[in-house]
């Protein structure tokens, strides 16, 4: 069983170097992963070893694969290699799955050179295997976004190949859904396979051991045994990027125990919602006081933002009722997950700032102050939101909230497209800037996060059993 | 929606959709131009484009009469000036009430929702399954001699729906979106609404209709002349010149090809005009 | 299963209620319009028909007036719009004023011309604008691509009428090939039947090129690849099939275009569909023919948008609102 080797990787655009890894490793018994933030090469490397680069990108360097030694400038020398011996897993499995094809002859598919009934039977077993035995005959759009994970995975390593690349695989699933991808890939190690994932969620890292090396502005950091280069880094920057995971923050706005005994702001009773036949909610009743910060967790699909959006009022609950403190009128804002589609897209986020410094009479200088305390630069905001990167406008985001002094804030994912440092920075701006009697919802998957802001926790777990501490 | 999928690894997708602007349209505009200017100041120079003189008959074109003359002895070039600018003028004020009406009710559906929007979308439903072409040939059939009112009814009467279904959709997706959502949480009202947010979006699409819009009045007009049930000779108009050019396709060329022409140019420039392909 | 299958019929249902009901909507509108058309039509239209019916040289005032009451044009609206929608809901449309034949049957001998040459023209116009688009799109801004994408330019800035003249003088003026005029043999289809197909491929090249390109791009084709299937395997299996999702769609928007184009080439070139006799019915005001033909013509547009539909509902089973289609 020999190993997989990568040597003098190099991919540049434009004169621009993207990747520039000299020595890459990864043999049986010992997966490889990779972190970093988004921009700092490491999806590129993977495809990079796959041949799937854009055209536009230059690469250069060479890959051992099963004993050959490929040329990786040569992109078409890969191609024959594609799903007999190299797979790669997906970014988006749910995008990944073509929408109108069963899920079994996605997975048939994948088995090369065999007879139809052949290749039915060991897409079954490979469905079976990932624990989805009924799942032949559906389409994609009725799963789950775990498991679509496990059809891609099926459909991936039915072929047999040894070498499976994974891309982003955490993207949008929860803690439960990311251990069992972890179970899942473990599973391809032991048969024996090579394994090398690409991954910002640190906790995916940890789960699969082996080696990680960690990747910023197209170079390796460090790398090493996971367990030594996620608890004890030595490079400054790895230390930074280990110590923004949530369950490591220490900031002086955290606390425990927090209470407090003044009038509520929201008062909700007897709150229900459905979608469809799916019961996200019934008999609910939450309070919110000045100053409290609650988490709404739970699985995706379960309900959160909409139950988030029935405290605030802006979506309808089919029963119960929402009451809100007089001094919330017109103080109620929200954070949006893709903060770009929360500004008006066609004109420079500036226009958009001036009407609401306009609306609440608010100093010219607070959006000043606000731009300052936030980091931003000044010049970000001649541009259109389309313009300025994810963490850069959820913090304008922040700022244009901040100008209407808000009372209550509902967060909705506010920072899941965001890498981890940029995830602290934009949640420590953002409890930092309401005020001390302002209330803070955050909408989350992350338990971890919902830990370290958060003193009331109200968990859904689908059907009606949800439970508040 | 993807999130972010890396940019590196999807490449040429922005060189795809803006190949269709730059020169093509600075072109169209010129065309357009001249083709304006020719029928608003054509008319006023140029002879009567009534006045016969069978002694002239297909006289070939010369310096004097750059286009020649008809079977009648008439100029072509004062008759096409004629042509020109009833075809833009009819054009245009079609387009002008099918765009106001279709907008407004397009906004009005989607602003206010409920049996308002419901109603005109039966309506719009009914409309849109109805080919320009036979509502203005029934109502041609209206009048003895293919009025100018009944032109201009019918094809106003085809046309809003296009424009109420391009709005209303989109301005349901603008006013369902977060963007308007933190708007009216941040207490910006409907004029910070329409200003920002929905005529930036509505604008693009509406100079696109139009255009189109245009192509559509114009070939209309020439059909019907063509096939003549639309405007009745002598007037000029460039189907009906079209067609009474046909017969002398081989002995005066200059007859058929300078109507078709300005067809051609008109149709092109004003699909030159657009931004894109607009499928609603 | 049971549950895939029963939303599926669901959802079959629902494409037949809101198709019936817009197919409702439009004889409504279409019926109100004609019968408007009836009501307005001027003093001397009556002189017409009975001219279209005994010959201008036999016509007098009596026989105008004949006419006129023939078309209850002396009754109050409301009766004359109620009685043309109840014989319309009986399927009676009347007898031909010119012909004296009843319009049904008369019609029904048109819509058969009609169908030959819509079905032909739109078989061409996906052959030929889904094989241009296909091409195209397998280099984004290649060579063919823009040989293609000035061919739907050119073909785009041309109305049908020039187009019909342009295919007569070259192939039956100049070249002799084809006849031109006519009804009935092989050939004779020929030359309408490519007239509208050419207009109306440029618009499904177009659409074609667009919508595979952007399969192309996607997520679940990059993957399909990356399983080890052929470039072919890939192109036939996956991405034609979604192109399709997008692209049939359209022929539903464009089949007001097609019977648009019907009307002209019919005309143009004297065949006997259903586009023809309405020209002939407004020239000559007879009006049951008139009222029929429109009608049928109208429903033709609602009746492929319901087969679009069903082809969408087979080609993608993912459940959405409304499709998009005219």
């Excluded at chain 2, 933190?182 to 609404?193: E, N, Q, Y």
Aim: with cysteine; proline share 5%.
């Amino acid at each position: 069983m020999t190993a997989l080797e990568m040597h003098d990787v190099v991919v540049t655009h434009a004169g621009r170097r993207l990747v520039d890894v000299p020595h890459l490793r990864v043999g049986p018994d010992r997966p490889v992963t990779i972190v970093g933030e988004s921009g700092s090469g490491k999806s590129l490397l993977a495809h990079a070893l796959m041949g799937t680069l854009a055209s536009t990108l230059e690469v250069d360097g060479k890959v051992d694969i099963g004993g050959r030694l490929l040329p990786l400038a040569e992109r078409g020398n890969r191609r024959a290699l594609w799903g007999s011996e190299v797979a790669m897993l997906p970014q988006e499995p749910a995008l990944a799955l073509d929408p109108t094809m069963r899920v079994g002859r996605q997975v048939a598919e994948g088995v090369l050179g065999a007879t139809r009934e052949t290749a039915r039977t060991r897409a079954a077993a490979a469905l079976a295997s990932v624990g989805l035995p009924g799942a032949s005959r559906t389409f994609p759009h009725t799963l789950s976004g775990g498991m679509a994970q496990r059809v891609a995975y099926a459909a991936a390593t039915v072929g047999g190949a040894r070498v499976l690349v994974v891309d982003e695989p955490s993207k949008g699933l929860d803690p439960a859904s990311v251990d069992r991808l972890a179970e899942l890939l473990l599973r391809h190690v032991v048969d024996g396979g090579l394994l090398l994932t690409i991954t910002h969620d640190l906790r995916l890292a940890a789960a699969l051991g082996g080696e990680v090396a960690v990747m910023r502005d197209a170079e390796v950091l460090e790398s090493g045994e996971a367990a030594q280069v996620l608890e004890r880094p030595r490079h400054d920057y790895t230390r930074r990027l280990v110590a923004a995971a949530p369950e490591r923050w220490r900031h002086p706005w955290q606390r425990t125990g927090w209470e407090t005994t003044a009038e509520p702001l929201v008062e909700a009773t007897g709150l229900a919602k459905a979608y469809g036949s799916q019961q996200l909610f019934a008999d609910l009743d939450v309070r919110v006081r000045p100053g409290e910060r609650v988490a709404l967790s739970g699985p995706s699909g379960v309900g959160k933002t909409t139950l988030g959006g029935a405290l605030l009022r802006i979506v309808a609950p089919d029963a119960g009722r929402v009451v809100h403190h007089d001094s919330l009128r017109g103080r109620v804002q929200k954070l949006y997950q893709d903060p770009a589609l929360s500004f008006p897209t066609l004109v420079p986020i500036e226009v958009g700032l001036r009407d609401v410094v306009k609306r609440h009479g608010a100093d010219p200088r607070r959006l000043d102050q606000l731009v300052a305390d936030l980091r931003l630069a000044p010049e970000l905001l001649t541009r259109r939101p389309a313009e300025v990167s994810g963490g850069e406008l959820q913090r304008v985001a922040i700022a244009r909230m901040l100008l209407a002094r808000p009372r209550l804030v509902l967060a909705d994912e506010a920072t899941s497209r965001l890498d981890l440092l940029t995830q602290e920075t934009t949640i420590d701006a953002l409890v930092r800037g309401l005020d001390d009697d302002a209330a803070l919802l955050v909408v989350t998957h992350d338990s971890a996060l919902a830990d370290a802001v958060a003193d009331t926790h109200l968990h859904l777990s689908g059907g009606d059993g949800q439970d508040a501490t | 929606m993807s999130a972010t999928p890396t940019p590196a690894v999807l490449p040429d997708v922005t060189v795809a959709d803006s190949r269709r602007g730059g020169p093509g349209r600075i072109l169209a505009i010129v065309v357009l131009g001249a083709l304006a200017a020719f029928a608003l100041v054509g008319p006023l120079v140029l002879a009567d484009p009534g006045a016969q003189d069978l002694g002239r008959y297909l006289e070939a074109p010369s310096l004097a009469e750059p286009l020649g003359r008809d079977e009648y002895g008439r100029s072509v070039l004062a008759r096409l000036a004629h042509a020109t600018r009833l075809s833009l003028l009819l054009g245009l004020v079609c387009v002008a009430t099918a765009l106001v009406l279709g907008t407004a009710s397009g906004v009005l559906a989607a602003w206010r929702g409920s049996w308002i929007d419901a109603v005109l979308r039966a309506v719009s439903e009914a409309f849109v399954a109805i080919p320009a072409l036979l509502v203005v040939l029934l109502f041609s059939a209206l009048s003895e001699s293919g009025s100018l009112l009944t032109l201009y009814v019918g094809l106003a009467l085809v046309q809003w729906v296009e424009y109420f279904r391009v709005v209303r959709a989109r301005a349901a997706l603008v006013l369902g979106s977060p963007a308007v959502e933190a708007a009216r949480l941040l207490g910006l009202g409907w004029v910070h609404v329409v200003a920002r947010h929905l005529w930036p979006a509505v604008r693009p699409l509406l100079l696109t209709l139009a255009s189109l819009g245009m192509v559509t009045s114009i070939l209309a007009m020439s059909t019907l002349g063509f096939v003549k049930v639309g405007l009745q000779p002598p007037r000029a108009e460039l189907g009906l010149m079209v067609t009474e050019a046909f017969p002398f396709h081989d002995v005066a060329p200059w007859l058929s090809l300078a109507p078709v022409a300005v067809l051609f140019l008109l149709t092109a420039g004003f699909l030159g005009l657009r931004h894109k392909e607009v499928t609603p | 299963m049971g549950l895939v299958s029963g939303a599926s019929t669901s959802r079959l249902g629902a494409v037949l209620l809101r198709r019936g009901a817009q197919g409702i909507g439009v004889a409504v509108l279409v019926a109100t319009l004609c019968f408007l058309v009836v009501r307005q039509l001027p003093g001397d239209a009556a002189l017409r028909i009975a001219a279209g019916r005994y010959g201008y040289d036999l016509v007098d005032a009596e026989a105008a007036a004949a006419v006129r009451s023939e078309l209850g044009l002396d009754r109050p609206a409301w009766q004359q719009l109620a009685d043309w929608l109840a014989a319309l809901v009986r399927g009676d449309l009347g007898t031909s004023l010119v012909t004296s034949a009843p319009v049904r049957e008369e019609v029904g001998y048109y819509l058969l011309g009609t169908l030959q040459l819509a079905g032909l023209a739109l078989l061409l116009a996906v052959a030929l604008g889904g094989v241009l688009g296909t091409l195209a799109a397998r280099r984004p801004d290649g060579l063919v691509d823009r040989a293609v994408d000035t061919w739907v330019a050119g073909v785009r800035a041309l109305p049908p009428f020039l187009l019909g003249l342009a295919l007569v003088l070259l192939f039956s003026v100049h070249l002799g090939w084809l006849p031109t005029v006519g009804h009935g043999s092989s050939t004779t289809i020929v030359l309408p039947a490519a007239t509208i197909a050419i207009g109306l491929s440029g618009l499904f090249a177009r659409v074609t090129r667009d919508a595979v390109v952007e399969v192309q791009r996607s997520e679940h084709v990059r993957f399909a690849r990356t399983k080890g299937l052929s470039d072919r395997v890939v192109l036939v299996r996956h991405v034609l099939r979604n192109a399709g999702v997008v692209l049939v769609p359209y022929v539903g928007v464009q089949a007001v275009v097609l019977v648009e184009g019907v009307v002209v080439v019919e005309s143009l070139f004297g065949w006997q569909g259903l586009g023809h006799a309405l020209v002939h019915a407004v020239f000559w005001r007879d009006v049951p023919v008139l009222q029929a033909a429109a009608l049928v013509l109208a429903l033709l547009v609602v009746a492929v948008n319901t087969l679009v539909d069903l082809v969408v509902l087979w080609l993608d089973p993912r459940p959405r609102g409304v499709a998009v289609g005219a």
